[in-house]
């Protein structure tokens, strides 16, 4: 995506860029496979799984799966959740108007406040902004 200072702002600008919305799981999946592709660690700093845990996640972000992570404390459940955050993009668009209550899909927001200022204005007058990776997952 565009750095920071050069992305779209509004609504037309976002649909001029050709930028596609997906859903989290297809996000996560897409950036997967690039990382896949290039050879780079996918889950650094886990240890001891990269015969068991690593290759049955691998799979199921590859099939599409829900995942559920079990375990007693201290195995490294919410840190391999935290590695899967890291194949979100590095950030995503939302409708940014007053009042709403979530950070709406520009394309297909959910709130009543983002689907009636985006009903009531033109493209050029829909704001969007940027919700960052590191926000999106804590």
Same mark, same amino acid.
């Given at each position: 995506m565009a750095s920071p200072t050069t992305r779209p702002t509004t609504l037309r600008e976002l649909r001029d860029s050709g930028w596609q919305s997906k859903s989290v799981k297809r996000e996560i999946h897409d950036n997967f496979l690039r990382r896949l592709?290039?050879?780079?660690? /996918?889950?650094?700093?886990?240890v001891g799984y990269e015969d068991t845990v690593i290759p049955e996640i691998n799979l199921a972000i590859l099939a599409g799966h829900d995942m559920l992570f079990l375990g007693e404390k201290g195995q490294g459940k919410s840190r /391999?959740?935290?590695?899967?955050?890291e194949f979100l993009d590095d950030a995503v668009p939302y409708l940014n108007v007053p009042d709403a209550p979530v950070h709406d899909d520009p394309y297909r927001p959910i709130s009543r406040v983002g689907r009636d200022f985006v009903a009531e204005h033109s493209e050029d007058e829909v704001p969007i902004a940027w919700w960052p990776r590191d926000q999106r997952y804590a």
């Open positions: 592709a290039s050879g780079v660690e /996918l889950f650094p700093g886990i /391999l959740m935290r590695r899967i955050a």
